[in-house]
């Protein structure tokens, strides 16, 4: 950075820092004689100010421009970033108290010019004016509650996120990574709860000759309309999610398999009669779904209970699809 000249030589104000506000005149004539032979140092646009190799902690008090926490010094990164310290505020505080590196990159956003006070200066300053040291509190305070409402809101995102990995995306039901996390926990509720849980396996029929003859929107259409049948017909304590292609998976918590039995009955005749799509040019058929039924049983784990689900469905469509079997 470019050196201008040192503080007694300018016009700023010290009331126009933040540091500064709300002191008694008689400390006002000390912290002016304290950092008056401190260096105004240039830094241009892009260029860093702070980063992990800055040597010696020093306080920069921005005084002209503006800075930007960063990881990138393109012009585009650092205006659009979303922490920046503008004229009368100041950055590099808590290397200056902790006598640490500084953890994060700061650079200048436009041509700024900042007032740089050495450490020995600042404690100088914190030690002799309540007015620095209730102020440093102050901004201290501001810091700690503004990282904590980022991270707070960077948890929400990831969050939403981590929800929308779980989420197939043509039919809206939990997808085969949320199976692969959430049924080896819902087995160990179960087995911990001394309740049941059935599963049921559920493949569209002649899925694919489907989709060679009305072509694969249409396919797509009837796929989400046999998943809004089965979301329909669950209770929000039970579970859909799509195994792949035209197979989805219904778990039920608590539920035995006479009790399952029904459900799996019902989700088979609403699928049946489900109208998926109107054509005036060709006659579209109704979709049809076979059903595999297995209830979870001593020793079993997620993989083994599916594929009993698996080799019940099969039996389905050997004796003819459109039904269920167990």
């Known amino acids: 950075m470019e050196h201008l000249r040192q503080f007694k030589d300018t016009d700023f104000k010290l ?3 933040q540091l500064f506000r709300n002191i008694e005149p008689d400390q006002l004539h000390f912290i002016a004689r304290s950092i008056a032979h401190c260096p105004i ?8 100010v702070l980063d992990s190799n800055s040597g010696s902690s020093c306080l920069y008090i921005v005084l002209r421009g503006t800075l930007a926490l960063t990881s990138n ?16 505020e100041c950055v590099g505080e808590i290397s200056v108290l902790d006598e640490e590196g500084h953890l994060s990159t700061i650079a200048a956003v436009t041509n700024s010019e900042l007032l740089v006070i050495d450490s020995e200066t600042v404690w100088k300053l914190i030690d002799e004016s309540n007015g620095v040291a209730r102020n440093l509190l102050q901004l201290l305070s501001f810091r700690i509650r503004a990282a904590n409402a980022q991270l707070r809101n960077r948890q929400k995102v990831g969050e ?10 043509l039919t809206g039901l ?27 396996m559920v493949d569209l029929d002649h899925f694919k000759q489907f989709n060679d003859r009305f072509g694969h929107v249409l396919g797509d259409e009837a796929l989400q309309a046999a998943a809004k049948v ?3 017909g669950l209770r929000p304590t039970d579970f859909a999610a799509r195994y792949g292609g035209e197979e989805m998976i219904v778990i039920l918590p608590n539920t035995n398999k006479e009790s399952a039995l029904i459900v799996a009955e019902r989700l088979c005749d609403r699928i049946r009669q489900t109208k998926v799509f109107q054509n005036d040019a060709i006659s579209l058929p109704h979709i049809t779904a076979s059903l595999g039924l297995a209830a979870l049983s001593d020793g079993q784990d997620g993989l083994a209970v599916i594929a009993s689900a698996d080799a019940a469905l099969y039996r389905a ?3 003819g699809r459109n039904q269920v079997a167990m």
């Open 73 to 88: 010094t393109a012009k585009r990164q650092l205006e659009s970033s979303t922490v920046q310290y503008f004229a009368g």
């Open 160 to 169: 939403f996120y981590r929800q929308l990995s779980m989420v197939d995306g």
């Open 41 to 48: 140092l240039k830094a241009h646009a892009g260029e860093i």
């Open 317 to 319: 469509k050997e004796r």
């Open 174 to 200: 939990n997808n085969r990574s949320w199976l692969n996390t959430q049924l080896p926990g819902l087995i160990d509720n179960a087995r911990a709860t001394d309740t049941e849980l059935s599963v049921i």
């Open 230 to 232: 089965i979301s329909a």
């Open 15 to 17: 009331s126009d820092i």
